[in-house]
């Protein structure tokens, strides 16, 4: 195929790529489609498995295990050498596993996050995965959007499109239809559209003549990369925290060594085992791979509720929201709309119907007959609502659906019930030239001429918007009439007090000469038709979903760009507080930054905002300390949700644009999804620092115990072959099993944490004090008491491994529930992940305690089962002291971790 397609007119390139306006046919597509492949980049090369697995060697621990593993092969301890040496292989086992974990729920993403585009196909508008695109097909770009491949332009409405990723160029260029000289270099073919570029306003019609890697962008071997590395803040911190740790630990561990081979405490071997083995134990080494695990899992779990996070330190700050600033349509709402209601300059409507079917009836519902309205005004609504509208309607297996905007796709079904045929209609007028509906403005207006050489200009927007621009109204017999603003003010008010939005349209009739649309020429001279009202029912679980902010501690705020009776109608339907007090976009932008920051507490409702008020609102918010989720769609809404700690994007109806600028994708446009992310948020929190509050003390309580010994001259009651096999294969092994915890069930009926909330907080030290003191006790008791029994050292070192087990799992039982009681049914009853990774280690313990060459490798002996009774029993014993510490500082102290 020729590459200059700059140089051609339309025509020929729509004959070139053998299409045409009305788009290819379905089956032409699939074919093509078969022939050229997919339209995607090349993938990212992933790293190859064996690769991943020697990569889990490149760690300090592993390192230090590794020198000891020669140090002991040198010293001839060959059985020090082998554990060392499995634990090794283990370990990698365990991180490779951990980070595949973590790469399939970033691929998942990737998945759900895959672009569409607008396309033409079958003489229709359709939403497609943007990788199903071929050459010769005709697409859409709106304001937002993504090119989805390279596009010769067919057709330009006041299109700009920001090609920085392409030419370096930072301001938007404006583009056009003319052909253009061969040589002109690529930033200035004004007439093309490239994959990866963005449409910030205007839109557009164009054929694609490149997919996939033949796309400019593909050429030059740019790698889309939408999902960063499966860490947040509190993950990085702690892993920078654990290799800090390391050094520290392994300086210590060398000065105890040398210390302890100057007073000759043991031969320097064991003394070196001893010292390798506490460094292992203290090193809270799986202490990141289990927190990466924990946010796979949190990741995977928010996607299943319809939250995509593409910005993943996002799922902790989720965690802490303490408002949510929504949109009304589509999120508090359902976003199917229907036209209930019409007001002429003096008569009333009512309209029936289901959804976007196009079967109802107008029903006149003015009492005073007299006042029967005239069948040219309705064919001036039906036109109106036909022309000024990009929407399309089908009818599939579900009933009637919209393509394009739902107030839109309720226009035409409105259009049809007042007789008009939509399709027929659609193809006797031709559109000249458009300003698009922009959210600053409130209105759209289109330049239509018929072949019968009759031009209209047609505007539909919000009625304060539209009464500016009026000067007439149609009364009787469509007698043009001097506006009655007044009159038109209170129907709007009246039809908003019903929860319904209001639409006003108007028109002018133009010379046939007239094909420019500018805005100067809509400043006042329009005629005023009538009123719709459009019903957009809440959702069904909207209502419980705000009632659980409510219990949460959660802010809910409503910013509409909808008229604030709409917004407080629809704001007591679904709940929200103080419904009545709204405040307006232009009631805001006159107060000052202290009088607004005041205001804000005690507003919820928010009113014809444009989005540059969403960006003034957060900040308020942000200077009162909360943190703040604000939802968005239009591609102004960026700046916003870019500000805001959490942005969120409708996936349904938000540009691709401002998914970019968003930290969650919700799929299902739903506000109860927000609340569901927010949830899912707290308890990614509460897992990682549930891995925290488990693992640390355990390390310490371990370390301390043979530390001690050391230095008091006393028998050990762990050997360091016995301290590994706890710390490298049990510990993480239970510690991966928060990872799945369930959220706890109180956890939406407490306030948010404190955004500055540190993790290592007073309660959380306590806790691995409190829980290291009481490690050392048991493993030292049960030592101490099987030598005091005449017991052997085999069988009281046996005990000390079984109970330092034991008191693992009973703790990991106990930290399952920070917050409610650990000594219940339910938390007893503990998850599938917890229980197969309990059985998994008892069976471990009792081959290590039981199989001959095993208890050999580990110098311990079987024990009986009034011993196995006592270990059970310190580890009852623990749970029942951790219990009730906790118990007693949450109700006196309200000390939590
Ligand atoms: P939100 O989604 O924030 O709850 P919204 O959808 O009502 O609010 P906008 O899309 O900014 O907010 O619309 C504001 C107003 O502009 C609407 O109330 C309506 O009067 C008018 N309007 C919306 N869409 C169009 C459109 N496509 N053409 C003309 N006017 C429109």
Not at 72 to 81: F, G, I, K, P, S
């Amino acid at each position: 195929m020729q590459a200059n397609w700059h140089a051609m007119p339309p025509a020929a390139v729509l004959q070139q790529t053998q299409s045409n306006t009305s788009g290819l046919t379905s089956v032409e597509a699939e074919q093509r489609f078969h022939e050229q492949g997919p339209n995607t980049l090349p993938a990212i090369k992933t790293e190859p498995a064996w690769k991943r697995f020697i990569r889990q060697f490149h760690n300090v621990l592993i390192y230090v295990l590794l020198a000891a593993t020669g140090v002991t092969l040198l010293l001839q301890h060959y059985v020090d050498t082998v554990v060392i040496f499995a634990v090794v292989v283990i370990n990698a086992i365990i991180g490779y596993y951990q980070e595949g974990k973590a790469e399939s729920a970033l691929a998942g993403l990737r998945h759900m996050l895959a672009p569409t585009a607008l396309v033409v196909r079958d003489g229709k508008r359709q939403q497609l995965p943007a990788e199903q695109l071929v050459v010769g097909d005709i697409v859409i770009l709106e304001a937002g959007a993504r090119v989805p491949a390279d596009l010769r332009l067919l057709e330009t409405f006041s299109l700009q499109v920001q090609e920085a990723v392409l030419t370096g160029e930072s301001h938007a260029v404006t583009k056009q239809t003319e052909d253009l000289a061969e040589q002109t270099a690529l930033g200035s073919r004004s007439n093309m559209a490239y994959l990866g570029t963005w449409v910030t306003t205007g839109h557009a019609q164009g054929v694609v003549v490149a997919t996939g890697s033949s796309t400019e962008f593909g050429r030059i071997g740019v790698m889309l990369t939408e999902v960063s590395k499966l860490t947040t803040p509190l993950v990085e911190q702690t892993a920078r925290f654990s290799k800090w740790l390391t050094f520290l630990i392994l300086f210590f561990a060398g000065a105890l060594l040398a210390y302890a081979s100057w007073l000759q405490l043991k031969p320097f071997a064991e003394l070196f085992m001893i010292m390798v083995s506490i460094a292992v134990a203290a090193i809270p080494e799986g202490l990141p791979a289990v927190m990466t695990i924990t946010l796979a899992v949190g990741v995977q779990a928010m996607a299943r509720r319809h939250a995509i996070v593409r910005h993943l330190p996002s799922i902790e700050t989720l965690g802490a929201v303490s408002v949510i600033c929504t949109d009304k349509t589509g999120t508090l709402t359902r976003n199917e709309m229907m036209i209930a209601a019409l007001s002429l300059s003096d008569a009333q409507f009512n309209i029936t119907g289901d959804g976007y079917a196009p079967n109802g009836e107008v029903i006149n519902a003015t009492v005073d007959t007299a006042l029967v309205s005239d069948e040219a005004r309705l064919r001036d609504i039906g036109r109106i609502a036909l022309l000024c509208n990009d929407a399309q309607l089908h009818e599939s297996a579900d009933g009637w659906q919209v393509v394009g905007d739902p107030m839109e796709g309720a226009l035409l079904a409105f259009a049809a019930k007042l007789g008009i045929s939509v399709e027929h209609d659609r193809r006797q007028w031709h559109r000249h030239d458009e300003i698009p509906f922009d959210a600053e403005t409130r209105y759209m207006a289109t330049l239509d001429h018929d072949h019968q050489g009759h031009a209209f200009v047609s505007v539909k927007g919000a009625p304060e918007q539209i009464l500016t621009m009026c000067s007439w109204q149609y009364a009787v017999g469509r007698q043009v009439t001097e506006l009655n603003r007044d009159y038109w003010l209170a129907e709007a008010k009246r039809l908003a007090a019903q929860g319904l939005r209001v639409l006003a349209l108007a028109q002018r009739q133009v010379a046939d000469t007239d094909v420019v649309l500018e805005q100067s020429e809509l400043s006042k001279d329009l005629v005023l038709v009538g009123l719709v009202g459009l019903i957009d029912p809440p959702r069904a679980e909207t209502i419980a979903a705000i009632q659980q902010c409510r219990q949460a501690g959660i802010g809910v705020k409503m910013i509409t760009g909808d008229h604030p009776g709409t917004a407080t109608a629809i704001a007591h339907q679904v709940g929200i507080e103080n419904a009545d007090k709204v405040l307006t976009g232009s009631e805001l932008d006159n107060l000052s930054d202290e009088q607004f920051n005041d205001t804000v507490k005690e507003v919820h409702v928010f009113a014809r905002t444009s989005p540059a008020h969403k960006l003034r609102l957060v900040q308020a918010l942000q200077a009162q300390q909360q943190v703040v989720a604000m939802t968005g769609d239009g591609v102004n809404d960026a700046p916003a949700l870019k500000r805001a700690d959490v942005g969120i994007v409708m996936g349904i109806r938000g540009s691709e644009a401002t998914k970019q600028a968003a930290d969650v994708v919700l799929t299902d446009d739903n506000f109860a999804s927000i609340v569901a992310a927010v949830q899912q948020g707290r308890t990614v929190y509460d897992n990682l620092k549930k891995v925290i509050s488990w693992d640390i003390p355990t390390s310490v309580g371990e370390s301390m115990a043979i530390i001690l010994a050391l230095l008091l001259g006393l028998a050990l009651p762990i050997t360091p072959v016995q301290l590994l096999w706890v710390n490298l294969v049990t510990a993480i092994t239970l510690g991966l099993t928060l990872a799945f915890e369930p959220t706890e069930p109180n956890s939406m009926k407490r306030p948010p944490r404190h955004r500055s909330e540190p993790l290592l907080r007073g309660a959380l030290v306590w806790h691995v004090v409190f829980v290291s003191i009481l490690f050392v006790i048991a493993l030292y008791g049960v030592f101490q008491y099987a030598l005091n029994q005449g017991q052997s050292l085999e069988v009281a070192r046996s005990m000390a491994l079984n109970t330092a087990v034991v008191l693992e799992i009973f703790h990991l039982f106990f930290i399952r529930n920070i917050y409610g009681a650990s000594l219940t049914w339910r938390a007893l009853r503990g998850t599938r992940p917890l229980w197969t990774a309990v059985i998994l280690i008892v069976m471990a313990q009792a081959l290590v305690t039981y199989v001959q060459p095993l208890q050999q490798l580990f110098g311990i002996a079987a024990l009986d089962w009034h011993e196995v009774l006592l270990v059970l029993l310190i580890g009852v014993a623990l749970l029942v002291t951790v219990e009730f510490e906790k118990q007693l500082r949450i109700r006196f102290f309200n000390w939590r971790l």
